[in-house]
């Protein structure tokens, strides 16, 4: 059973190794430790038992908008709805925070990840070129935390 919880130090190792294994530039592991001071109660983990399986990061800015930093979950963890637990537990503790929208950038090649925000109540709000690099454009997706589509 995998359960959502508050990352620690002693996930790092873990984090790490997930975070290089999903990105062609991953950050830093000093970063990702960082974020554990600069984003507590907003750095969260998906475990199954020790083992970490997926992980978020997120900042509030300005008191009203929550950043989705980055996301992942380990390639053989994936398509099992991990990734959108961590993403809904996440946009409720930007709520909690007094965020009114959560955002992110994405990679414009990235139509895995597109297609799961554009699931979980992201759409597609603007380009933002040269994000990742010269020629390597992203898309910023946003999602209204308080907005209710009707049924
Ligand atoms: C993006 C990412 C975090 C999604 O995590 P995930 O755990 O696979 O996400 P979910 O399982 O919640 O959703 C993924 C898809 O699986 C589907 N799914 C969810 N539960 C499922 C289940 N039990 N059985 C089958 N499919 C399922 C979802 O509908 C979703 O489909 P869609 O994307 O076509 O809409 C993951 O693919 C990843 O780590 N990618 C590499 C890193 C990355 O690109 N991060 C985003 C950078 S901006």
């Known amino acids: 059973m995998v359960i959502i919880a ?3 130090e002693a996930d790092l190792n873990q984090i790490y190794e997930i975070e290089s294994k999903s990105f ?3 950050y830093p592991y000093s970063l990702l430790r960082a974020y554990l001071f600069l984003a507590s109660k907003l750095y969260l983990v998906a475990k199954n038992g020790d083992k970490v399986v ?3 990061i997120g900042i509030i800015q300005y ?3 929550g950043h989705i930093v980055s996301i992942a979950v380990k390639p053989e963890y994936r398509n099992q ?3 959108s637990e961590l993403l809904n537990e996440i946009e409720q503790r930007f709520k909690q925070n007094g965020a009114r ?3 992110l950038e994405v990679s414009i090649s990235n139509l895995s990840a597109i297609s799961f925000y554009y699931t979980n109540g992201y759409i597609i709000s603007y380009l933002r ?3 990742y690099g010269r020629g390597k454009h992203a898309f910023v997706m946003i999602k209204n935390l308080y ?3 009707l049924d």
């Open 24 to 26: 062609d530039n991953p």
């Open 6 to 8: 508050d990352a620690t």
């Open 81 to 83: 709805g991990i990734g």
């Open 54 to 56: 997926g992980y978020v």
């Open 129 to 131: 070129k040269n994000y």
């Open 63 to 65: 008191g009203y908008r």
């Open 101 to 103: 929208y959560s955002y």
């Open 147 to 149: 907005y209710k589509f």
